[in-house]
């Protein structure tokens, strides 16, 4: 029997999902919005057409005869009415939300950009200079070490010295050693 692994979601896909699932709801906000002014129209268009003389109240009639199309009228521009504040309300609740996730993929972003600006500065330039400027200590070191244990200086004459000669030091111990050999 195989066990499959139920695939595994990251925090910044869930992000995006989540902002992406905003944006598809921000649009079905805006076509209920349009739905009801569609329907809120209509519903005052046949109100107006087939009643003779309604009692308004704003925009909603409120004294009409029982007749099929006057009823329809009122449902139309009730539920257009309806289907207006609710496309606004949801439209702003789910602007609101796709900002809060965007802001969250912004830090996220900005986050990587500084650690990745920051890597990149540190291997570009300190940890070179980092090895380098090692180097050059030990090679100091040794060189000071040689001169005070061959050639009999004390540690600031050899220091010195050291200085003076850089790394040319070993020329002078290749030197020495074939001298010595002779």
Known sequence: ????????????DYVHERA????HKETLAYLMFMAGAIFFVGGVLETVITTENPDWFLFFPYKITPDPPNLLGLFMVLS???LLVLGIALGIHYV??????SDQLKKVYVTEKNRESKKLVVDRGARPFAKQLERAHTELGECKRHLMDHMGFNEN????YCGLLGDRWRELVMEEELYAHK
Do not use: C, N, W
Request: no cysteine.
């Open 96 to 101: 609101l939300e796709g900002s809060f996730y």
């Open 1 to 12: 029997m195989v066990i499959k692994k139920a695939g595994t979601i990251s925090g910044i």
């Open 20 to 23: 992406e699932e905003s944006r």
């Open 157 to 160: 004459d050899s220091m010195y």
């Open 80 to 82: 257009g009415f309806m």
